[in-house]
């Protein structure tokens, strides 16, 4: 699968999303100590982020498929989304990238991260991008041939009315949907694309932009995300 498009990829020391995220991370929040990687796949990518922030990483998914040299370096358990096993108020910062999707209940699954999150702690979430036109393309280990098949199973389901995460389909959410589930629970909420993106590609800072300009990006973009912090209006 598309590495824009899953969390369970297996991150190599330079990954570069990683290390753009990293930075949008480290802008935002300063020095998390104590992080939360919330559908953490096979772990490498709680790893990375631990070893690129220097923290202390907790990685939880809802199965046990586990890279050995992940699990040396962070803590990493077994547990669901929508009921997690910590605390309330334990962790610094709470990160999902590309998990979100896949759970029954997203809402609930959110309101999970507000609880175990500090008050003074945040979040950053992404997701694939429900108004993309095509995805896939940063693929590492797919043919041009599997990238076109995969796109051809999801314009077949938008066609068909199908193209919903409840439906079977790796859709994500749409910019507007995404912000506005994130702004009932935690509160403060603002968006990181295109600063991603740009970091990401930084030659293509101005044809970003235009995109931007143009109102293109929120077709263009493979994938979503979003930071902010717990708004004590909300509540827990």
């Not at 990683?18 to 096979?42: K, M, P, Q, T, Y």
């Not at 631990?50 to 199965?63: K, P």
Request: charged residues 25%.
């Amino acid at each position: 699968m598309d590495p824009d498009n899953t969390c369970a990829t297996t991150y190599a020391t330079g990954d570069a999303k990683l290390e753009a995220i990293a930075r949008l991370l480290r802008r935002r929040f300063g020095h998390s100590e104590r992080i939360l990687v919330v559908g953490c796949g096979d772990g490498m990518e709680a790893a990375l982020l631990a070893d690129l922030l220097g923290s202390n990483v907790v990685g939880i998914d809802i199965v046990d498929e586990f890279h050995p040299s992940a699990s040396e370096r962070v803590s990493l358990q077994v547990g669901d989304a929508l009921d997690l096993p910590f605390a309330e108020g334990c962790f610094d910062l709470v990160f999902s990238f590309h998990a979100l999707e896949h759970v029954s209940s997203p809402k609930r699954a959110l309101a999970e991260m507000r609880r175990v999150v500090h008050p003074d702690g945040g979040f950053w979430i992404g997701t694939p991008n429900r108004s993309r036109l095509v995805g896939y393309l940063g693929s590492r280990d797919a043919s041009l041939r599997d990238k076109f098949a995969w796109n051809l199973v999801d314009w077949r389901a938008r066609l068909g009315g199908r193209f919903r995460n409840e439906l079977g389909a790796h859709a994500g959410f749409a910019r507007a949907e995404l912000r506005e589930m994130l702004r009932g629970v935690f509160g403060v909420v603002e968006e990181e694309t295109a600063e991603y993106y740009a970091l990401l590609y930084p030659g293509h800072r101005r044809t970003l932009a235009y995109l931007e300009k143009l109102g293109l990006a929120r077709f263009a973009y493979p994938a979503i995300y979003y930071a902010g912090r717990p708004s004590r209006a909300t509540g827990a």
